[in-house]
């Protein structure tokens, strides 16, 4: 099989007996990638017969990603290699500078070659080289080249043997792997190709776009991209995958560190309520540094991609803005802590800035679900204490809102069945005289196995009428959509040792499509309220299935723990400042989600809370 670093349009043949003194270079997007093809004689990856592949001595892998790492830093690879490095199937190197890929070599041997981490190595220095190159602004002195050696960032990933793979396992949802776990590399004739999950993660592209992407750069045929993967075993395609050790440096200046799918695994044992602050305080942070960079009232900026560092939408829609306000201001109930005092005047600021309608901008009270996230960002001031400024945007969110639902008539037709919830917990909190009836209307109108997408306004705003009340109206169906959840949600048990980060996620979907990722979050923070309220959640501490409620709770915080960005996957980011704390889409897409990370928030402080009541109730003494 050939040894190739991924992707470019032109390569250099070179010998196995030595590294080539130059290396072809191309561009892909953004990134400066070369390809190193080392011809393999008369070797198949189909010739393979392990099963299972061996893993590196994770102390073996971390000597060779230090001796990768002084090579980096003097920018060379010494014809003498001294102390002698593994033989190893794959080898990748990966160089950023300030997030930015500017260096990356990738080689693939169909069996262990004592040479791979040279060859990678030196094909990633090389591509570093040519990127301080073609910078217009800067001259490759020699001090410059000390100070791009020393800040710039290594990730490494070595794997000691590939594993074939069959049509049956191919077939599979994520061609059988797990994705930022897995390379997976392919050959056809001569030439090979990988993509390794650092690239993977880079690129934004999944298992399937990987595979028809290096098929299409393997052959030449655009047509390859929509063949199908029998299609693709017809013609000669072969396939093979590892999983490579993966170590990086989380930034500039640091060792490295063994990373678990672009980060690191929380463990359940961590999740407390000292985590639990310290989570609501980074989600905090993350919200507020997604401020409009610019002189303009516009608030926020919308979704941030943690890899590219830019956003999108550049401003977030109104419904996000309010709804950041009003997770933030229930967050800031201590104007002595200086990260809460700016969390509450950054949400004075977005209600002001919604306020301030811009030219070409949308009014909010033209909006139904942005006139609800106001008005629940409005009733965490507090009666008296709202600035003047907002009474016109109260004044007119709030007729917005009465025209959303009448009892004869129902919610209004425009509005999206999943933001009834949002709208009745809205109404609610503005004591509108149709409130219950709207509450009531939509757990009737709910099937029960919908009831998650409603929550947690839905829930929330039941538990706001039911203030006062003995009973819950509506806790049957709370308790079955609670069992339901349960009934779906991830165990140690049920999945593999590699794939435990998904542990305390809850699988929804009927199929095996979609992976778990923040729509778990909505149900989970209502859950976190159901979990204080003694009529939902009968008991104290010392009862068994309290105990085993708060495990269950505990154990779906640690998921939304998990799909927060956090300082050891700093060193994929272009903007991690702006980046560490934000709430992914799912543990494989890097797109931080401020409304993800406003509920994620907002559950956060339901846990607490209620652990805390719990802990408040009386134990009965103990009968004699």
């Not at 800040?151 to 059988?176: F, I, K, N, Y």
């Not at 090979?192 to 098929?215: K, N």
Request: net charge negative; aromatic share 6%.
């Amino acid at each position: 099989m050939h040894a190739c670093e991924a992707t470019s349009s032109r390569s250099v043949q070179v010998s196995l007996l030595g590294l080539a003194p130059s290396i072809g270079l191309g561009n892909l997007g953004n990134f400066l990638r070369i390809r190193l093809h080392v011809i393999v004689f008369a070797i198949s990856v189909l010739g393979l017969t392990n099963a299972h592949a061996q893993q590196l001595d994770i102390n073996e892998s971390m000597r060779v990603y230090r001796t990768i790492d002084s090579w980096v830093r003097d920018l060379s690879v010494p014809d003498e290699l001294g102390e002698p490095v593994p033989a190893l199937s794959v080898a990748s190197v990966t160089l950023r500078l300030d997030g930015q890929v500017i260096g990356r070599g990738q080689i693939v041997h169909a069996t262990p070659n004592e040479m791979a981490v040279a060859q990678a190595t030196l094909s990633a220095i090389a591509q570093a080289n040519q990127w301080v190159r073609n910078r217009a602004d800067v001259e490759p002195s020699e001090e410059v080249w000390e100070s791009i050696a020393s800040r710039m960032t290594l990730s490494v990933e070595l794997a000691q043997d590939l594993v074939p793979m069959s049509e049956d396992s191919l077939a599979q949802h994520g061609l059988g792997m797990s994705q930022g776990v897995h390379a997976l590399a392919m050959r056809l004739g001569e030439r090979a190709e990988i993509v390794t999950a650092d690239e993977m993660f880079a690129l934004g592209i999944g298992m399937d776009r990987a595979a028809y992407s290096m098929a299409t750069e393997l052959s030449g045929d655009g047509a390859m991209s929509l063949a199908s993967i029998g299609e693709l075993l017809s013609r000669g395609y072969e396939f093979a995958r590892c999983e490579p050790i993966w170590i990086a440096q989380s930034a500039e200046g640091r060792g490295g560190v063994f990373i678990d799918r672009g980060g690191r695994v929380i463990e359940e044992s961590a999740i407390g309520l000292k985590s639990i602050r310290s989570m609501a305080d980074q989600l905090a942070s993350f919200l507020v540094a997604q401020r409009w960079p610019g002189s303009e009232a516009y608030g926020m900026v919308g979704s941030r991609d943690v890899i590219s560092g830019r956003s999108n939408p550049e401003v977030a829609p109104i419904y996000e803005q309010a709804l950041v306000a009003y997770a933030l201001m229930k967050y800031a109930d201590d104007m002595g802590d200086p990260t809460k005092l700016a969390a509450r005047e950054f949400a004075m600021d977005l209600l002001s800035a919604i306020a301030e309608v811009q030219p070409g901008e949308p009014a909010p009270w033209d909006d139904q679900i942005g006139s609800a996230a106001c008005m629940l960002a409005f009733t965490e001031y507090g009666f008296g204490l709202r600035p003047d400024t907002f009474a016109a945007l109260e004044r007119r969110c709030t007729e917005t809102l009465n025209k959303t639902y009448t009892p004869i008539d129902g919610f209004a037709s425009s509005l999206p069945p999943a933001a009834q919830g949002l709208v009745a917990h809205a109404l609610v909190k503005i004591n509108h005289e149709h409130a219950e009836h709207a509450v009531r209307a939509v757990f009737r109108d709910t099937q029960a196995g919908e009831l998650v997408a409603q929550m947690p306004f839905l829930g929330w705003a039941e538990l706001e009428l039911a203030k006062g009340r003995e009973q819950v109206p509506a806790s049957e169906a709370l308790n079955q959509m609670r069992a339901f959840v349960w009934g779906h949600q991830l165990g140690k048990a049920d999945l593999d040792w590699r794939d435990r980060d998904y542990i305390g996620s809850v699988v929804f979907t009927k199929g095996t499509n979609r992976l778990p990722g923040s729509e778990n979050i909505r149900p989970i923070a209502f859950l976190c309220s159901m979990l204080g309220d003694p009529r939902l959640t009968q008991g104290t501490i010392a009862d068994f299935e309290v105990a085993s409620e708060i495990g269950r709770v505990a154990a779906s915080m640690r998921f939304v723990n998990q799909l927060m960005v956090d300082d050891t996957s700093s060193f994929l980011s272009r903007a991690p400042q702006r980046s560490i704390g934000g709430v992914r889409q799912s543990l494989t897409d890097w797109n931080a989600s401020p409304v993800s990370s406003a509920l994620a928030l907002l559950a956060a402080l339901e846990f607490e809370d209620s652990v805390r009541a719990i802990g408040a109730r009386q134990i009965p003494d103990p009968k004699p």
